[in-house]
């Protein structure tokens, strides 16, 4: 059985797209699959994106791209298919939280949030898909979060643009299971990236720690875990799943 485990997450030879790999979560998730012998792409708006790829080492790629701009986004996963040669697994992690009350929300906070979080994601995983497809299999894994399903103060756009992740998950990987494709949702509890540090720092973090039951929030290196599992030969079982990983906060 030892052997078995070994061999599952061994990703030697495998190939992913990473979006929002410059940072944060999509960052932990491109070193975790890189150091378990994947080879990666990662598309990010942030033009370190490209710094950060050579930093993991030779054979990874960066590539600058705006995930709102859907022929960007045909054109950078076809570009990281030629790179890679083939393209096993995606990780969705591009997003972005725009948070107002639900009475101030402006049209272009809205929209905003939805064409990152969701519209993106779908496109991604579509372009990513006719690869997998001509290869007769791969992993999906789309970031999503506690928010898709529970309400939280000021996260109106956020909310709607995470719980439409997760039920847009369950569509393909409904419609996908029998062409060998694996379509998984994370689902986090804050998580400490920079951005989750500043965003979070102070009394206002302390508050929230507070009513997560485990005292604390999510690593980064906690959701990669998450993440290399789903997309291990481990979990070909799991499908059109949202996993939580937040602490205990939405069973309360």
Known sequence: MSNFW???????????????GAAGIGRACAELLVERG????????DPA????????????????????????????VDQAAIHLGRIDYLVNSAGVALLDKALEVSENAWDTTLDINLKASFFVAQACARHM???GGGRIVNLAS????????????????????VG???????????????VNAVSPTIVETALGKQAWAGELGERAKLQIPVGRFAQP??????????VSDAAKMITGENVMIDGGYSIQ
């Not at 070994?6 to 929002?20: K, S």
């Not at 928010?147 to 995470?162: E, F, M, P, T």
């Not at 847009?168 to 694996?182: D, P, Q, R, Y």
């Open 168 to 182: 847009m998950t369950k569509v393909l990987a409904m419609e996908w299971a029998s062409h060998g494709i694996n």
């Open 221 to 230: 290196e906690e959701i990669a875990g998450l993440v290399l599992y789903l």
């Open 49 to 76: 994106v490209v710094d950060v790829a050579t930093g993991l080492g030779t054979g990874h790629l960066g590539l600058r791209v705006d995930l709102r701009q859907t022929d960007a986004i045909q054109a950078a």
């Open 38 to 45: 994947a080879t990666v792409v990662l598309l990010d708006r």
């Open 133 to 135: 497809l001509e290869r």
């Open 146 to 165: 506690q928010a898709a399903v529970i309400g939280l103060d000021r996260h109106v756009a956020y909310c709607a643009s995470k719980a439409a992740v």
């Open 6 to 20: 070994n061999q599952a997450f061994d990703l030697t030879g495998r190939c992913a797209v990473i979006t929002g």
